[in-house]
């Protein structure tokens, strides 16, 4: 092969290099294979969905995480916590158990929350999740919202006894989960207040509390007491939280760090670029 072969691809793959960059804008931390922090302040704990990079292997993501930043790794089980502990990161949140308003389906969904609760203990792991579930004909408040106190007073005495939080999610109903109960503010409050545990609280996932009600910091300053893990995504699309989408975090995460918030942040949108450009600029912007 002549050396002028040789210069024409290695300027080829140098032009390349640098058109993803200028593509992408002048906060990239990924470049090939290289990775640079991008947590400086620190006021916001940061982890990473696994479902939403589903092209890297957990291994792929936690060195990636470390590098830039991340605390932890959102929604594994506890097959994963060895690998996360190899890097030295944390499950920010262990997949549990829904459905709890239907009082027939609370014995699978206790077991469920119940054994997350003892591995999470066991690793010093904070957070459980569970679900509502969906109403087919289950009604919102007379049956529902009571059906999920009962549940959740299941799993309550022992997630204070193992110092864990079981987080009960808020999704849309509208776009992505028709039918789910747990679909505006004021019902996943009420669920909190009467089980009356300061270990079960709320997941409040900001992308789907936009498409839901909108006034997102209103009510992460109003409701600060019951959220113990937020959730981010673009809105429309679920996609990347930066200028392209109508939410501004920055603003969100000041508020979230302004409220005293000392849990976690998990970014959980699904990347349309370059997935760890993507992960490496949303954690810049919440970095407030």
């Known amino acids: 092969m002549s050396t002028s072969n040789l210069n024409r691809r290695s300027l080829l793959r140098n032009a390349s290099a640098a058109a993803a960059v200028a593509v992408a804008g002048p906060n990239v931390a990924w470049a090939g294979s290289k990775l640079k922090r991008m947590v400086t302040k620190g006021r916001i704990n940061q982890s990473v969905s696994k479902w939403c990079y589903r092209k890297l292997s957990l291994d792929e993501l ?84 009571k059906n999920a106190v009962i549940g959740l007073k299941r799993v309550a005495s022992l997630a204070e006894k193992k110092k864990v939080n079981v987080c009960i999610e808020y999704l849309n ?19 909190c207040k009467r089980v009356g545990s300061p270990n079960v609280k709320i997941l409040y996932d900001i992308y789907h509390a936009q498409i839901m009600e909108g006034d997102i910091i209103r009510t992460i300053r109003r409701h600060k007491d019951v959220i113990g893990h937020y959730h981010t995504g673009g809105n429309p699309g679920r996609n990347e939280i930066d200028e392209t989408q109508e939410l501004y975090y920055p603003a969100i995460m000041r508020a979230i760090a302004d409220s005293g918030f000392e849990g976690y942040v998990a970014h959980e949108f699904v990347p349309k670029r370059d997935p760890l450009t993507s992960l490496a600029e949303a954690i810049k912007i919440c970095d407030v």
Not at 177 to 189: P, T
């Open 62 to 145: 936690c060195a990636a995480g470390v590098k830039l930043g991340l605390k932890g790794i959102d929604l594994l089980g506890p097959g994963s916590f060895a690998t996360l502990k190899k890097y030295g990161l944390i499950c920010t949140m262990t997949s549990g158990g829904g459905n709890l308003i239907d009082k027939s389906r609370h014995d699978e969904a206790v077991k469920r929350i119940h054994s997350a609760i003892e591995a999470n203990a066991e690793y010093g792991f904070p957070n459980v999740i569970a679900m509502a579930g969906n109403r087919r004909d289950i009604p919102d408040d007379d049956v529902g919202l």
């Open 173 to 191: 109903s509208k776009v992505n989960h028709k039918g789910y109960m747990f679909d505006n503010m004021a019902w996943g409050v009420e669920v």
